[in-house]
Each structure stands twice: as structure tokens, then as C-alpha cells.
């Protein structure tokens, strides 16, 4: 098996670490604190094409593979996981369940403004009573012939308030259980779509989470993607890619989160040497090397199943699962290779290590991409 990268994935890579320290890093404490949205930022993310990477060109991506999609990810993640959040819905749920499963007019219409970053969108599945359970939907889409009717709550939505376009999974039919399920495309100046306040997390505090209300949406039957009840698939299948940005997402984390602590283990010194230099710091470093080592390669094997067009439900689960775990656990011992200035924000570890605890949580919890690996496996 062949590691390795080729000039362009090389040159994507640069580009997003570039990208990073100049413009996201200039302001990512403070916008942290205040819970600002970094409107200009993922503005440049998009004229960069950051936003649109796997998409095709002819719809405005720059039809990339999904190895560059996780470089990029990672370079991004390691300063700001709140502006790579974006570019992971963006990218990997929204732009992609449209170029996959979207008509031409949708695509025409939504797909190309989406990819070029002119605008940003949203995938609204979970609910108060229906996170990781995508059967449990209480949103309801009402058929009413050439338009539908919808009504609901969805929670915890990424971009919730600033996203232009929302895929939102909706119940048609209850007793069709989840072949009753459709994603509609709903716009946010459609009538009686409300968005909630912003949510006030511990972390990715930048990014835009919202609840969302739907009252009496009429929902043009143009705007379905897919047939009739195709909606739990739609959902499952864009989630499964979803999991491998979120994987590079917590690899990013972590990476970043190492990279801070091996610098400052060669510059504090303790005991008449650096830190670095004692063996209890030493390994902690080669510990937190490894892990970050394997779940790169997890990562980079998902991507590559996908780009192969294999199956790739178990190996991004994979990947998701044990990045996330590690970035958690190599956040903390950033921390406390840091000591003291690991538990202030100017030295951005405990940021990081607030911002790795999402990973274990959206996309999937760790039990369900156990679910996911272990159907794999007993097939």
C-alpha cells in the first residue's frame, strides 16, 4: 500500500495549513470567548474552495479527492475547529448529498452556490427526541400534492443561523416507519421557518448552533430529494461520509493540540533541563505521536475506500470512532504537559481540549459507530 501523498494532495495540504495560522489563527481566542461566528473567514474558506472540495467543477467544486478533503481538514482543525465544523457540513453532508442524490435543477439551483461558498448550508437531522435514533423523527412533512407541509423542531443544527439552505429529514408517513421519510430542501426565507437562539456551548463556541422551528413551511414537492420515502437512506448514506471529516476533525484536534505541547516541552525547563528532556514528558510525547499517527492512517484509509468507490460505512466508523476518543484523551495531556499555562486560553490547549469533546458526540456517538462497525463485521 502506497502512503504516498501526490503533488496536488501535497499542495491542498499547504495551502489549508497556510490558510490557517495566517487567517484563522489571528483572533481565535477571542472569538471563542464572544461566540463569533468567523463571517470573513469562512468567506476566504470559500473563494479558496475550501467549501466545495469533492464537488465537481462543473457545478463550482474543485472535484477533489477525499484524501485532500482530510488534509485539508486536519490543517484547519489544528487552529480552528469551529471554522472546519463549517467546512465539514458544508462539504461533506450538504454539498455532497446533493451532488449525489440531488435532481439537475436542484443542483443547478442550490448545489453551485453552496460549492463556491456564496452561500452556506445546514443538514437538520437531529431532534429533541431523535439524535442518534434517525427512525424517531417528529418533524413531519404533510403530502399535500404538489407541496408539503411541514412542522417540527430540530435541535443542535451546525450553521443553524447563518446557513442559507437546509436539508431537512422529515416524517411523511409514521406508519411506513423509516421508509416513510423524506429530505427536503428548505430555504430560510420559506414562511414560518424560525431559527432558534444560539445554543451557548464548552466548546467549538464559534460556530453557529441553533434550534430550529418549523411552523406550517409549505414546502414546494420539487424541493424532495429523491423518491418518496428515501429520506432515512439519504440521511444514513450522507451520514457515513460524514464521519470521515468529523474523524479528521478530531485528528486536526489532537494534532494541533500535540504540536503546541511538543513546542512548549522544548522550552520550559524544570530541574535544570527542558521538560522534553524527562522521561515522564518524554513519553507522553511518543504516546500522543502514535495515537495521532494511527488515526491519520485510519482516516486516510476511509478516504481512500471512498475515493475507490468501496464500502466505506466500516472504515469511517472506524476512523470516527478512535479519533475521536484519542483527540479527547491527547487534548488533556496537552493540558498537562502545559501544567498551569495549559489551564489558561492564551496557550490555545484548553480550547483545543473543549473543542476535541464534540467529536465524540455529533456524527454518532462512540456506541453507535460501534453499532455500525460491529454489522460489518458480522455480516
Not at 487567517?23 to 479558496?48: A, N, S, T, Y
Not at 474523524?247 to 524544570?270: N, P, T, V, W
Not at 491519520?296 to 475506500?305: E, F, Q, V, Y
Amino acid at each position: 500500500m502506497d502512503f504516498t501523498l501526490t503533488e496536488e494532495q501535497i499542495m491542498i495540504r499547504d495551502a489549508a495549513r497556510d490558510f490557517a495560522r495566517n487567517e484563522l489563527l489571528p483572533g481565535v481566542i477571542e472569538r471563542d470567548e464572544k461566540q463569533e461566528f468567523p463571517h470573513e473567514q469562512i468567506k476566504k474558506m470559500g473563494e479558496l474552495g475550501f467549501l466545495g472540495m469533492m464537488t465537481d467543477p462543473k457545478y463550482g467544486g474543485g472535484g477533489m479527492d477525499t484524501v485532500s478533503y482530510v488534509l485539508a481538514m486536519e490543517e484547519i482543525s489544528k487552529i480552528d475547529a469551529s471554522a472546519s465544523v463549517v467546512m465539514s457540513v458544508n462539504n461533506s453532508l450538504v454539498c455532497w448529498g446533493l451532488e449525489n442524490f440531488g435532481t439537475e435543477e436542484q443542483k443547478q439551483k442550490y448545489l453551485i452556490p453552496l460549492a463556491t461558498g456564496e452561500i452556506i448550508g445546514a443538514f437538520c437531522l437531529s431532534e429533541p427526541e431523535a439524535g442518534s435514533d434517525a427512525t424517531s423523527q417528529k418533524t413531519t412533512a404533510v403530502d399535500k400534492g404538489d407541496h408539503y407541509i411541514v412542522n417540527g423542531t430540530k435541535n443542535w443544527i451546525t450553521n443553524g443561523g447563518t446557513a442559507s439552505v437546509y436539508l431537512v429529514i422529515c416524517q411523511t408517513d409514521v406508519e411506513k416507519g423509516h421508509k416513510g421519510i423524506n429530505a427536503l430542501i428548505i430555504e430560510k426565507d420559506m414562511e414560518g421557518f424560525v431559527v432558534g437562539p444560539k445554543e451557548n456551548k464548552l466548546g467549538i463556541r464559534g460556530s453557529d448552533t441553533h434550534s430550529l422551528m418549523f411552523n406550517n413551511v409549505k414546502v414546494p414537492k420539487e424541493n424532495r430529494i429523491g423518491e418518496d420515502g428515501f429520506g432515512f437512506k439519504f440521511a444514513m448514506k450522507t451520514l457515513a461520509g460524514g464521519r470521515i471529516g468529523i474523524a479528521a476533525q478530531a485528528l486536526g484536534i489532537a494534532s494541533g493540540a500535540f504540536e503546541l505541547a511538543l513546542q512548549y516541552s522544548k522550552e520550559r525547563k524544570a530541574f535544570g533541563k527542558e521538560i522534553s528532556k524527562h522521561q515522564a514528558i518524554a513519553f507522553k510525547l511518543a504516546d500522543m505521536a502514535t495515537e495521532i499517527e494511527v488515526a491519520r492512517l485510519l482516516c486516510l484509509k476511509a478516504a481512500c475506500d471512498k475515493d475507490e468507490h468501496k464500502n466505506y460505512d466500516q472504515s469511517g466508523a472506524m476512523a470516527k470512532l478512535y479519533a475521536a476518543e484519542m483527540a479527547m484523551r491527547n487534548t488533556i495531556e496537552a493540558v498537562q504537559i502545559h501544567g498551569g499555562y495549559g489551564f489558561v486560553k492564551e496557550y490555545h490547549v484548553e480550547r483545543l481540549m473543549r473543542d476535541a469533546k464534540i467529536t465524540q458526540i455529533y456524527e454518532g456517538t462512540s456506541e453507535i459507530q460501534k453499532i455500525v462497525i460491529s454489522r460489518g463485521l458480522l455480516k
